[in-house]
């Protein structure tokens, strides 16, 4: 078989039909152009929600779970010969979300292997005042060094400084959007209400916005000084454990082997985030399936075309194979040309895939605060293009092959008779 004869073959019949072989080429390249730029976008919005939420919140969680289901007294004094049960409704169990040993518990873990860094925290509901507005939110006290390491709180401030939480005993960070609701700015002061009846005035010493709007709407900081004094609690007083870990992929495992050393409830971020992670399968599927669609929609154009052009070509294929061209010859002609249409076609889709990808990278996106978005998040991965190229590829080779199967088995002897 003489491949370089067969390519010149190949050559002369895509040229000999050039809008036939440019309409199957762009077949090829708008099916690749739309796979790269959907996977594109879509890693891209998987990768953006991702890093926001494990920006945003701790690797893993440890937290005390108020127990509120207590078992009824029916339960309780059920006996196998007992058939007269006095019952009373029981009252739900007084427990506080703290947990014990909290700060021993912290200086444990920061030795562990894979942990990056380690911070208590005093969480409470709580509710703001400034005149006659009151909105309802969440108050974290945290030591303000340990946080920074975690969740880099210096770069979401939008006014004032974490810092003065050190110098300011009295002072508060608040969220941007309920920075706005309450109408305060840096040097303001707020009053904090406790559901317990807890009252203290605190300053605003700084806001701050992570971009993410369940967190800028609610969430204020202080120290974890203030947030006890203002429950009535003890310096031990700690409800929750943060923790980052060096991979993120370890969180799982170390939540459990935290959960059983120390018998207490843990989180890690996949559980938190579930929806999160839920939506990004969602998403893949979706993208793949669109994707594989639109190149076997392709390929069918291909197979229609090159099936057409066995057609038009019987007397050039007897006359080839009359003058010693064998099956197989035949087969590598059109499996030729479907590998040149897949691989221009490819290339060009690739060309122009990027281009809308980059041009929509660089496109701003108006989100307001809710979202720290500038513009739309595209992802730019060298394995996208390899693999969308080849899809492309075997995708023409698939559509060639069966065309070409056919060419191969057509009798000279009967098409030059006529």
Partial sequence: MN????????KTHLLAKKRQTLVAMLGVTFGIAMFIVMISFMQGVNQFLEDSALDASPHVRIYNEVNTQRPSILDQNRTSDSSVNVVYHQKPKQQLPRIK???QMVRLIEKMKGVLGVSPEVSSQAFFNNGPIQISGSMAGIDYPRENRLYNLDSRI?????QALLTNPKGIVVGANLAKKLNVNVGDKVSV???TGGNLTLRVVGIFGFGIGTIDNIRCYTSISTVQEILGKDASYITDIHIKMTDPLLALDFAQTLQKQFDIHTEDWGTANQAILAGKKIRNVMTFVISMTLLVVAGFGIYNIMNMNVINKLKDIAILKATGFGSKDVVAVFLLQAIIIGILGGLLGLLIGFGISYALSITPFET????????FPVLF??????????FG?????LAGYFPSRKAAKIDPVAI???
């Avoid at 939008?158 to 974490?162: L, M, P």
């Avoid at 991965?381 to 080849?390: H, R």
């Avoid at 590829?393 to 080779?397: A, D, N, P």
């Fill in 416 to 418: 030059l008779r006529g």
């Fill in 193 to 195: 209400t406790t559901p």
């Fill in 158 to 162: 939008k006014s004032g400084s974490f």
């Fill in 101 to 103: 040993n909290g700060l």
């Fill in 381 to 390: 991965e060298t394995q996208y293009y390899l693999m969308g190229l080849a």
């Fill in 393 to 397: 590829v075997i995708t023409t080779i």
């Fill in 3 to 10: 491949l370089k004869l067969s390519f010149q073959i190949a």
């Fill in 368 to 375: 307001g605060d809710m979202i720290s978005l500038k513009t």
